[in-house]
């Protein structure tokens, strides 16, 4: 009877530990990753290092192996730029003239033959540096609440979720270093790879997805990538208005898994005011978004589960067709815009637009000669003004034409 006992004592013991109770962590991880404390997370400094060691703490919580080159961590070294001309490069051998960055990875092994890549980039400005829209006399922390603390907390989250369910696939969540640089973490990772590449079966990315705004616009870049996402993406779309971009490449860690062949899908709630300012705080994000944001991944996840390994697709590369210019307006367009024209949503200090009165929230729809009717147009008008030129530009405010004399 005694050993009956213990025999049931122990199943039942068993049965407790395999248990397990989805958690939501998202602000406190937001605001742990976008304190003070951590002065911007740049990579190569003390507070990326004590973000990473964070990251390794919430991935031991989540239970998650490690799958970096040393524990959980993908240590890469790199000489910075001298020039903006030249590529970032890559090196074994650390000096006195090397950065280091630190990717963060946890793995949840099912026994498959295929692994989803969900990640997130971690790193930030520091205290501003050359990419910072700051125009302040004063040295101010950069902290990255939207860019990209809240990629990262949703990375968790989906984790979390993801931890007993969705069983056919594997699952690596990679929080990269080196965005802010060029795409580093995720572009050395891509070629040291410590899974195979050949079966990563789509890689998620998250960058920015703090922010959704009233009307719930979410751009989804990547659909183009697989011939199941826009199935997967309409299907299990409840809430959001959509904005979909075909293209593989864009300006975030999802084009290092696309140019390895890699579907991909990257989520984004799209620019404001506070990008690359020292106002991007925890304090600022919609936290009510960024739940639903996660819950329509996770849905869009199980929905692909019992799908195999999905077929990869290369799209259109539309950054081969973007027009250079010598010239801007000085102004952060409207990315989620899908109206006729190129809606501002930031206009920069002492630049063209702000000297000739333009506004958040005017439309251009005429640069010159040239109509406008979206981004790409607009960046062809743009591109043939040189630094001296003077033009006019209309645009619609309220309703209403108004024209504005603009130089460059």
């Not at 122990?10 to 951590?38: M, R």
């Not at 030249?86 to 000096?95: G, L, N, P």
């Not at 040239?370 to 147009?377: A, R, Y």
């Amino acid at each position: 009877m005694k050993k009956i006992s213990l025999l049931v004592l122990f199943l039942s013991l068993l049965g407790c530990k395999q248990e397990y109770t989805t958690q939501n962590k998202i602000l406190e991880d937001v605001t742990f990753l976008a304190d003070d404390k951590l002065e911007g997370r740049q990579t190569g400094t003390e507070g990326e290092k004590a973000a990473a060691a964070y990251l390794v703490q919430r991935f031991q919580e989540l239970d998650l192996e490690p799958k970096g080159t040393d524990g959980y961590i993908q240590m890469f070294n790199f000489k910075p730029k001298t020039n903006p001309h030249e590529d970032v490069k890559f090196t074994e051998v650390s000096s006195d003239s090397t950065i280091v960055g630190r990717n963060v990875l946890g793995f949840i092994d099912n026994k498959s033959d295929q692994t989803i890549v969900i990640g997130a980039h971690y790193d930030h400005l520091g205290y501003g540096g050359e990419d910072s829209l700051f125009r302040g006399d004063e040295k101010a922390i950069h902290n990255g609440a939207d860019d990209n603390a809240s990629g990262v907390a949703l990375m968790l989250n989906l984790a979390s979720k993801l931890r007993a369910t969705n069983v056919n696939n594997n699952y690596l969540f990679i929080a990269f270093s080196g965005e802010e640089m060029g795409l580093l973490g995720s572009n050395y990772f891509v070629k040291n790879a410590t899974i195979d590449v050949a079966k990563m079966n789509y890689m998620i990315n998250m960058d920015m997805v703090g922010k959704m705004n009233a009307d719930s616009t979410l751009a989804v870049y990547g659909v183009g990538t697989s011939p199941r996402f826009k199935q997967a993406l309409t299907a299990n779309n409840q809430f959001f208005k959509l904005v979909e971009n075909e293209s593989g490449i864009g300006p975030s860690d999802h084009t290092s898994f696309y140019l390895g062949d890699v579907p991909v899908l990257h989520f984004f709630t799209g620019q404001h005011e506070d990008y690359h300012k020292p106002g991007d705080d925890a304090s600022k994000l919609n936290y009510e978004g960024m739940n639903m944001i996660s819950d329509y991944i996770f849905d869009i996840i199980t929905d692909l589960d019992s799908n195999g390994k999905l077929s990869f697709r290369k799209t259109k590369n539309e950054s081969e067709e973007t027009p250079r210019f010598k010239v801007g307006l000085g102004v952060v367009p409207d990315y989620l815009f899908d109206g006729k024209g190129m809606r501002i949503d930031g206009v920069s200090d002492d630049k063209p637009a702000q000297k000739a009165g333009l506004q958040k929230g005017d439309v251009v729809v005429k640069l010159g000669d040239s109509t406008v009717v979206d981004m790409m147009s607009y960046m062809r008008a743009l591109s043939v003004f040189e630094k001296g030129n003077k033009s006019k530009v209309l645009v619609l405010r309220d309703g209403k034409e108004v024209i504005f004399d603009i130089s460059f």
